[in-house]
């Protein structure tokens, strides 16, 4: 079958999470990808047999340590009332590389592009979990408006979570196939706002006991394979490998971006690790070092459970096989579904438009 993962561009775990399961995929079926431009290098080279296809996204603007809500509105407010020329042009490229099927990591455009020409969207991402969040907070409600414009016409939709997912953690073939040790030094994931805060904590409390990254010279993934625990933002991807791994997290959230600030929370309440601010990682790290056995022995519990098909639950386990059965269902299921083929009216005119 013709499956199309379409990619959303902000931040790294949609890409992840899309790469592991086309690695799986790809050997049973023909996979296009569609992503923003500075993605697509990396996915022809990954994948050099697969189509790559160059689409817009949605970008978070942050102040400093929070997202600016008002110029995040203004940046991409030109794309959002483009979107259904977008969208329409989009169809074309789709229709004339015979996409069969669409799987969406919280991808708008290519979603709307297959329901102009009747083409199932099956909806994967995390965070979508925002939709099972109560909370009645400005950024909760704010995050839950922006998934259901995110997430709109899909047909079904699987969440990816270590809480209250549908499936767990999805893991990248470099990691999954590679055996994770529990070592000495903790791995520190920083973005470039953290280390005047973090760099004078990591050496009064041992340098040696740290690997930070980026790092040119050092493999990322080598070292999460191989670390006692992570330190990273508040990401799902990262979070959730790290603990499919055996490895706890301190995780420090964007304040104002919702979902970060949910997965940092749900990180404290399994036992899986914990979180704090930029600005109380001198008091939080060394009790977060200090109770490291704990949170392993949470994690461990965890991968040794097993959970009901369907059922919401937390979770450490690798689960990438599952989901890509899951989407394997979906498309087998999209053939006997004609409701999930109706085109709306007006999708002739629009595609005849650009022809």
């Known amino acids: 079958m013709r499956i199309a993962f379409s990619i959303n561009g902000e ?21 296009t990808f569609w992503a923003p431009e500075h993605l697509t290098a990396e996915l022809r080279g990954r994948f050099p ?14 102040n400093g340590f929070t997202v600016d809500y008002v110029k995040t509105a203004l940046a991409n407010a030109g794309l959002l009332l483009g979107a259904v020329g977008t969208s329409a042009e989009i169809a074309r490229r789709m229709r004339d590389a015979r996409v069969e099927a669409v799987v969406s990591d919280f991808e708008p455009f290519a979603a709307r ?6 083409i199932p969207v099956l909806q994967l991402n995390h965070p979508g979990v925002v939709l099972r969040s109560h909370s009645l907070g400005f950024g909760a409600i704010v995050a839950r408006l922006v998934s259901r414009y995110m997430m709109a016409r899909s047909d079904r939709t699987i969440i990816c979570s270590f809480f209250d997912g549908d499936v767990g953690p999805i893991v990248r073939k470099e ?3 590679r055996e994770a040790v529990a070592g000495e030094h903790v791995a520190v994931y920083l973005k470039p706002l953290y280390r005047d805060t973090l760099f004078p904590l990591l050496e009064r409390l041992g340098k040696e006991r740290f690997r930070t990254f980026p790092d040119p010279r050092a493999d990322y993934a080598e070292t999460l394979l191989s670390c006692r625990a992570l330190v990273a933002p508040a990401g799902h991807q990262s979070i959730s490998e790290a603990l499919a791994l055996g490895k706890p997290v301190l995780a420090i959230p964007v304040q104002g971006q919702y979902e970060q600030e949910l997965n940092a929370r749900k990180l404290r309440a399994t036992g899986f690790g914990d979180w704090c601010r930029h600005r109380d990682l001198p008091r939080k790290l060394p009790d977060f070092l200090d109770n490291l056995e704990a949170y392993e022995k949470a994690i461990a519990r965890s991968r040794a459970s097993a959970a009901g098909e ?3 639950r937390s979770s450490c386990r690798d689960e990438t096989e599952r989901a890509a059965l899951m989407v394997e269902r ?8 004609p409701e999930w083929r109706r085109r709306p009216l007006l999708a002739a005119m629009l595609l005849n438009e650009l022809n």
């Open 11 to 31: 931040g790294r775990g949609h890409f992840s999470r899309a790469v592991a399961l086309a690695e799986i995929l790809s050997a049973r079926h023909e996979i």
């Open 49 to 62: 047999d697969c189509g790559v296809y160059s689409i817009p996204y949605f970008a978070f603007v942050q």
């Open 113 to 118: 592009s297959a329901k102009l020409l009747g």
């Open 175 to 177: 990691l999954r196939e």
């Open 310 to 312: 369907g059922e919401k």
């Open 330 to 337: 979906f498309c087998a299921e999209s053939r006997r579904r």
